[in-house]
């Protein structure tokens, strides 16, 4: 009898697990995807996380959370708050200043960077008309870094009271190969009090579409 009980608590909480799972990603809705179709599946050995979002702390918490999942699946992560420093995301940078960052990591065997940014809906637009302008887009790390930067640092970008999406890029660094987009995902974020959750059940998500992708396949594989 006792034995039984065990384990029907056991299965309650496992289906109380499962349910907040579901809940919490369940809201994630993705908007739009691209796969490079010359990509069949993107090996890494060394890969650079970089969270743009204007809080630290957040920054912080959602980047170490994909590190982790990288190490368990033998895929050597870096976080960007370790590379860095307070004042180079304070301010703005330039094409030299970003070259000298991927100039750094090839010579550190890195091979990829999975840049996400949070942007809001009204920054988005503003963004994709200026893009249209200029007759340009974002192919590589350093221009989507260049243009999204004021993420980091500038109020007025922040300060949108609209919806916010969270794009993912992968972005292939190989010494020798061209350095260009090998997947890209743009995910609506709920509105919600707590953001760290939303990042958290961001994080989880993207790891799992990266797996269903074979994408950032480590030592261990996906």
């Excluded at 993705?30 to 996380?49: G, M």
């Excluded at 004042?87 to 991927?102: G, M, P, Y």
């Excluded at 192919?139 to 870094?145: A, K, P, V």
């Excluded at 500038?154 to 794009?167: F, H, I, L, M, R």
């Amino acid at each position: 009898m006792y034995t039984r009980l065990q384990t029907s608590r056991r299965f309650i909480l496992y289906l109380a697990a499962l349910a907040l799972l579901l809940f919490s990603c369940g809201s994630l809705k993705e908007e739009s995807r691209y796969k490079n179709p010359d990509t069949v599946l993107f090996h890494a050995d060394k890969v650079l996380v970089v969270g743009m979002v204007s809080d630290y702390n957040t920054r912080l918490r959602f980047e170490t959370r994909l590190k982790d999942a990288f190490a368990e699946r033998g895929l050597e992560a870096m976080r960007s708050v370790d590379l860095f420093d307070v004042d180079f995301t304070a301010s703005q940078r330039n094409e030299a200043e970003l070259d000298k960052v991927e100039q750094q990591l090839l010579d550190k065997d890195f091979d990829a960077i999975l840049f996400s940014k949070r942007i809001n809906s009204e920054t988005r637009s503003l963004l994709s008309d200026q893009l249209a302008e200029m007759g340009r887009s974002y192919e590589r790390f350093q221009e989507d870094y260049l243009i999204h930067q004021g993420i980091y640092y500038d109020e007025d970008v922040n300060a949108g009271k609209g919806t916010y999406t969270a794009e993912t890029s992968l972005y292939c660094i190989c010494d020798g190969k061209q350095r260009e987009l090998i997947w890209r995902s743009d995910v609506r974020l709920p509105k919600k009090r707590n953001s760290d959750r939303v990042f958290d059940s961001y994080a989880d998500w993207l790891v799992r579409n990266l797996e269903d992708e074979q994408l950032m396949i480590g030592g261990k594989g996906f």
